[in-house]
């Protein structure tokens, strides 16, 4: 699938200073270690593709970096400042959102109500819905959204491409610099798809951070510019997407196979994967 970008931006340099990094984070439950000595790095402008089997460790990174769980120990900075992210408040304050696989919206909610869900606009102790609604439609026009007929509409009535959208938008309309999604194509059609991962390219054309969790790597591929594989609670390797192929990632997914010379950064701590340590 080829995605085209809706901003003609470009993606900043691999060698830019990291909105968020993670160094050596670890996360065990009772007598299991779920992440271990976890680094990553996130920039702005560009898409970074966190992939690996189920168990890999991908969503207990993402809920950890969303302030559900605090990590055991390691050092989470952003933008080069060591902070504690201990509550989803906390990322929020931060500018991190999260859209999860289930986007957690209300079906008997219109779009404006939706976006603004827990956080609605006021004035003098009334909803302000001609704000609410404003600012709904400029989120959605700075996104290059046209699928939308109205952001009136009930979200029951919108498809599964549609309904990402929203949930992206949400995330967004709150002045954040991170946005991590979570299976964002999963379970929708070719055409929604291709709709869903111009999206996610748009978000970083617009000088976001992107974190895209996924299992399909024809996805991956369409829209990262970096690519870090966990594998059984390591990252195993950290690698611009312009360098790998899509065997290559599976390779890594599952343990197997060397990793390119070209790998930006790799930890290669299982037997058959080969990388420069990070």
Partial sequence: MTVTTTSGGTATSPDSAPLLSLRKVNKSFGAVDVLKDVDLDVRLGRVTALVGDNGAGKSTLIKGIAGIYGFDSGEYLWEGQPVTVGHPKDANALGIEVVYQDLALCDNLDIVQNMFLGREEKSAAVLDEITMEERAKETLAG???????????????????????VAIARAVLWNSKLVILDEPTAALGVAQTEQVLRLVRALADNGLAVILISHNMNDVLAVADDIAVLYLGRRTAHVEA????????VELITGGGAAPASMTSAAADEPGVEGDAS
Avoid: E, M, N, W
């Fill in 242 to 249: 312009k360098d790998i192929t899509h065997s290559q990632v």
């Fill in 143 to 165: 996104l290059s959204v046209r699928t939308v007929k109205s952001v009136r509409q009930k979200v029951a009535s919108l498809s599964g491409g549609q309904r990402q959208t």
